[in-house]
């Protein structure tokens, strides 16, 4: 299997023109649970452009047809550490080694992560509040991690893509 580099920038660049509106090429997830993992999904494959189409992959057809690690944040979490397959795929990393294009994920409760955000700036000196998200659901672009109450925090470098 050959592999190629995540493309960082792309990612960054879909994030920011698509965090306060929908990509009518996706459904909207919103009324039905929350859209954030969706949109991380999205901004991941602008960066990869290739999905998984394997019976646990990570793939995304029309709101009907897609697979759970599109929109749900556990099964996000689980493939990309997981895939050995084609399609991007991640480690558990923490606060300085995160990049633009990476993933955090927020629990709100201290059991249950339940909010995916993407990466979209890191400055010096790294800490939470040099930290910049963006996401769906609770819309924002450039937001700071620490302006959000939360009780854990995980993180997801995505290592490469394997095509």
Not at 38 to 49: D, L, R
Not at 67 to 77: I, N, Q, R, T
Not at 100 to 106: K, P, R, S, Y
Not at 121 to 129: C, D, G, I, R, V
Request: positive net charge; aromatic residues 18%; contains cysteine.
């Amino acid at each position: 299997m050959k592999e190629r580099l995540y493309n960082r920038q792309k990612v960054v660049e879909y994030a920011k023109k698509w965090a306060y509106l929908r990509n009518p090429k996706y459904y909207n997830f919103d009324p039905v649970g929350g859209d954030c993992t969706s949109f991380a999904s999205q901004c991941i494959f602008a960066g990869s452009e290739v999905m998984n189409y394997n019976k646990y992959g990570w793939y995304y057809n029309n709101g009907n047809d897609k697979s759970p690690s599109w929109s749900g944040v556990e099964y996000l979490y689980k493939f990309l550490i997981n895939n050995s397959g084609v399609g991007p795929y991640a480690k558990d990393s923490n606060l300085k080694k995160l990049e633009e294009g990476d993933i955090a994920q927020l629990s709100f409760d201290g059991n249950q992560f339940s909010h995916t955000l993407v990466i979209v700036a890191k400055n010096y000196p790294e800490n939470l509040s040099n930290t910049f998200v963006a996401t769906h659901t609770f819309d924002s672009f450039g937001r700071s991690i620490l302006s959000y109450d939360f009780q854990k925090i995980r993180y997801l470098h995505i290592e490469g893509v394997r095509i």
